[in-house]
């Protein structure tokens, strides 16, 4: 009876509170704040505030990652590449917890976040070792005593994105019931492609073929916070694969952002993602009021140049166009081809008329990636995933380019605006930033208040599609450059 | 046989002849850092153009 542990049953019985409250200070207070955040999204999803296709599985997914976690096998740790995560429990005063991280020095010296504490191990072998028996006996670098005590890790049964291997996935696929999911559908891009494909069946290339120089130069306009924050976020001390990612922002489009830090960096994806989708709803909020304030009420009223005739574009013309940007596109950024492939596919199979394709990418694909995107995000966003310094600056990075990108979309609108004799809405610009088809409405929108009989959604859904291709296009230029100039 | 229009021709052939200019010219001066830029830049540009005419021809194409 006496050699019945019941600290350890009642650690085990309550695992979720018990691993939280086991965690460093900063540790369990963000995943707290991170629990609560999660309950706040799928409550704003709920009220329509923010999108709820992506926020309520995203809310949902960042609660159970923070709420969910258990004391693992460590095993797990050699299993999922998360050996710098692994702790050390003495075993005379259990409580004392010792956090390490794998400096990567030479004799693979461990420092414990108690400065006057250090843990030596000898090799990488000796660390698996140490993991795998869950007790050794290790020495300490100061007093050069044998301390007895065994290997801690926590976590959760959800996603675990360091995963790459084939190997590691199989060893893990038994316990984490999304993993296959992420490491087969998501670390590879398909549901950002699958997304896209579904944007590409609920466009309509017509509009840009119809008013071609206007879409373009705006949608161009738009894109300047995607190419000033990439200087900025250099000067704040990221690399080149993440200023890019972060500066992909600017387009506003979730799969490109995506796609991006999938590629170039695959540390910081994940904040980088949840920063893109947090900012993209809240942006929507924000971009009305930026609007007022930046364009006075006479030149929100502005009738748009309208043209001389109707302007028919064809299905057939729609498909050779398609054809032909796409080629041309994927020759000039072939690392940029499955998103091209992806969206063009999409206005092809619009425009073809292929009801049963049409309906499978819309309904299924489309909402499919969106779901499993929202649910993977939130699944994704537990405190030790989001406790990086970098997150701050994303956080600024990402909404100063979202701004810069709106500034240059209304100043592109008044460049219009001049260069057609003032018959232009400078408010059109706003649709430069490439979210199909709530750019557009935001601009109509807007004009309407102060204008009801005054209608420029054509021109503004116009403008909308050159964005969505334009951001395709610097999402390619980035992808194809940054490896050039070292990532 | 219904008569391609000039400007799916005309916008196609600049296209494909950016494209030439940025993936197979400039590669090969990349001896010359600056000419190397300069030709992908421009062939890009010109890429662009091409499907821009084609996307300005189908706009005149009123009814």
Known sequence: ?487 | MKKIPRYWITGTAIAIAGVVAARVVAPELKDSHSVYIVVKTLGHLVAFAGIFLIARGISKNTE
């Open chain 1, 1 to 487: 009876m006496n050699n019945i542990d019941f600290i350890d049953i009642i650690r085990r019985l309550f695992e979720g509170i018990t691993t939280l409250a086991d965690s460093p200070p900063v540790l369990c207070w963000t995943g707290v704040g991170l629990i609560i955040f999660g309950a706040v999204l799928v409550f704003l999803g709920k009220r329509g505030i923010l999108e709820p296709l992506l926020m309520i599985p995203m809310g949902l997914g960042m609660i159970v990652a923070n709420a969910g976690n258990l004391y693992l096998d460590p095993t797990t740790a050699i299993e999922s590449e998360r050996i710098a995560e692994a702790r050390w429990i003495n075993s005379e005063d259990r409580t004392d917890v010792r956090y390490f991280t794998i400096q990567g020095t030479p004799d693979f010296a461990e420092e414990s976040k108690q400065t006057d504490k250090y843990i030596h191990v000898k090799s990488t072998d000796a660390i698996a070792g140490f993991l795998k028996a869950g007790e050794l006996e290790i020495i300490d670098a100061k007093t050069q005593q044998k301390i007895n005590g065994r290997v801690l890790l926590q976590g959760d049964l959800n996603v675990e994105p360091l995963v790459q291997g084939e190997k590691n996935l199989v060893a893990l696929m038994q316990k984490d019931w999304i993993q296959p999911i992420y490491n087969y559908a998501f670390s590879n891009n398909l549901i950002a492609c699958f997304i896209f494909m579904g944007i590409g069946v609920l466009l309509d290339v017509g509009f840009l073929m119809a008013r071609p120089f206007q879409s373009v130069f705006v949608a161009f306009c738009a894109e300047l916070g995607t190419i000033v924050t990439f200087p900025v976020a250099i000067a704040c001390g990221l690399n080149y694969g993440e200023a890019a990612s972060i500066a992909i922002v600017g387009g506003a489009d979730g799969p490109m952002v995506l796609f991006t830090a999938l590629k170039l960096a695959k540390d910081l994806f994940v904040p980088v993602t949840v920063v893109a989708y947090l900012y993209l709803g809240i942006t929507y909020g924000a971009y009305p009021f930026l609007i007022r304030f930046l364009i006075p009420e006479a030149l929100r009223k502005v009738r748009n140049k309208p043209t001389k005739k109707p302007i028919k574009v064809t299905a057939n013309e729609k498909i050779a166009f398609t054809v032909v940007t796409c080629a041309v596109l994927c020759l000039l950024f072939p690392v940029g081809a499955p998103l091209f492939c992806s969206l063009f596919v999409g206005i092809a199979v619009r425009e073809a008329g292929i009801q049963s394709f049409t309906r499978l990418i819309d309904q299924v694909f489309l909402y499919g990636g969106t779901f499993f995107l929202g649910l993977i995000l939130g699944l994704l966003c537990s405190a030790r995933t989001l406790l990086d310094e970098k997150v701050l600056i994303l956080l600024v990075l990402g909404i100063f380019a979202l701004t810069v990108s709106a500034v240059g979309g209304i100043i592109g609108g008044y460049i219009m605006y001049m260069l057609t004799g003032r018959r232009f809405n400078p408010v059109c610009g706003i649709a430069g930033i490439s979210c199909v088809p709530t750019c557009a409405k935001i601009a109509q929108k807007e004009i309407s208040r102060v204008a009801p009989d005054v209608i420029v959604l054509p021109d503004a859904l116009g403008i909308n599609i050159s964005g969505v291709i334009t951001s395709a296009i610097f999402t390619g230029v980035y992808i194809a450059l940054v490896p050039m100039i070292g990532a």
